[in-house]
């Protein structure tokens, strides 16, 4: 199923659990502590042994589940210039990199777009030079196409944490050229078929807006919360469209209660069904990806809850979630993707300070891989 790109990243700290060696992956006792490599920043994996990780030092690919890793990162720019990347197929995908700025102060957004697997890059500006696409005034990018030609970016901006701004562009010719446009919020998108789209996200996670003209217009979505999560906070993440008219909408819901819940739409998202839904242990705090998800396929959903200590799988017309206590799945996972119902990967994300202060911490952030549907989960290093 496609995927957009990972969204915005949180930290969670919390204690570690053991792993089980899974293909492809390192089994170690503490993951987080014991990580070898640069950190992984984001990732997409397409087929069961293909996929693509984006380190803070390199762009690097892999087509054996993780046993060998290419580095692909376009050459003349580092990974740090790096603000988003999406895949269409294991051969085309599209890069979005601040350039280099002039003397002026000005800083062109660039486009790098490959049709062999990263091998070769052909850029482009999306922008001309501005002020407003600098390193530092560039939060991220959400890179989403539909088909070769018809793509979209987001570009998010640098703001405080009661805004989310961004910049929506649109290309019908593979990214040769863009066209700007306005969207309400800063945050990942996800389109369906070339005039319908979602964006989903905002400064508490709670903004879910839909567009039916390829981005030019935007009107605000309300989902009907499930019975017993009336008065909790809905967290949107993006709805995975199988046909024009067949689609997924994971929520989760902050607050007291706090759970999780997969719609279904058979109306290309005029309306959405809560097709399966659950109450959560704990209470979840009101903020972005407060649980990873991935729509599998149209009958296949798996969420992580943020402390590693259960995945929730479920599908169809199912009445309650399967609950897998996993092995090896550390606190902090903010994202996840799965190629099959057995095979997936996920990135997890804590913060480790020294014995006795909390002070001098550092943000460790890995990949994992389980190839056993969520039960166990090995260590990847790119």
Not at 66 to 88: H, M, N, R, V, Y
Not at 101 to 120: H, N, Q
Not at 270 to 287: H, Q
Not at 305 to 310: S, Y
Request: net charge negative.
């Amino acid at each position: 199923m496609k995927k957009a790109p990972l969204a915005s990243l949180a930290v969670v700290a919390a204690p570690l659990l053991a792993v089980s060696a899974c293909a492809g992956g390192t089994a170690v006792e503490n993951p987080a502590s014991q990580q070898k490599g640069p950190p992984v920043q984001s990732m997409q994996l397409l087929t069961p042994v293909q996929g693509w990780a984006l380190t803070d030092a390199h762009l690097k690919w892999t087509d054996d589940g993780g046993l060998t890793w290419t580095d692909i990162t376009p050459p003349g720019i580092g990974a740090a210039a790096i603000k988003g990347l999406f895949f269409l197929d294991t051969q085309r995908g599209w890069l979005v990199a601040s350039g280099r700025t002039d003397e002026a102060g000005l800083t062109p957004l660039l486009l790098f777009r490959t049709a062999d697997g990263g091998m070769k890059w052909e850029s482009a500006a999306i922008s001309e030079p501005s002020g407003d696409y600098t390193d530092s005034s560039v939060a991220a990018a959400y890179v989403d196409f539909v088909d070769p030609d018809h793509g979209w970016v987001v570009v998010k901006l640098v703001s405080s944490s009661n805004f989310s701004r961004g910049d929506l562009f649109q290309t019908i010719d593979g990214g040769v050229t863009w066209a700007k446009l306005a969207i309400p919020i800063g945050d990942p998108v996800r389109f369906a078929t070339e005039t319908d789209g979602w964006a989903a996200g905002g400064p508490a996670g709670d903004q879910l807006y839909v567009t039916r003209d390829g981005g030019k217009s935007w009107s605000p979505v309300d989902i009907e919360p499930p019975p017993g999560f009336g008065s909790s906070f809905p967290v949107y993440d993006l709805p995975v469209f199988s046909t024009a008219e067949e689609g997924v909408l994971p929520v989760a819901f902050a607050g007291d209660p706090s759970g999780m819940s997969f719609y279904r739409s058979a109306d290309g998202g005029a309306s959405w069904t809560p097709a399966v839904s659950g109450a959560i242990d704990g209470e979840l705090s009101i903020g972005l990806r407060v649980v990873a998800s991935d729509v599998v396929d149209a009958n296949r959903w798996i969420a992580a809850l943020p402390g590693g200590e259960r995945v929730l799988k479920a599908g169809g017309a199912g009445s309650a979630f399967a609950q897998v206590a996993p092995n090896g799945l550390p606190a902090g996972v903010i994202a996840l993707d799965f190629a099959d119902a057995q095979v997936g990967w996920a990135v997890a994300q804590t913060g480790e300070c020294p014995p006795g202060v909390k002070t001098d911490c550092a943000i460790i952030s890995q990949l994992l891989e389980t190839s056993d549907g969520g039960q166990t989960w090995a260590l990847l290093v790119p």
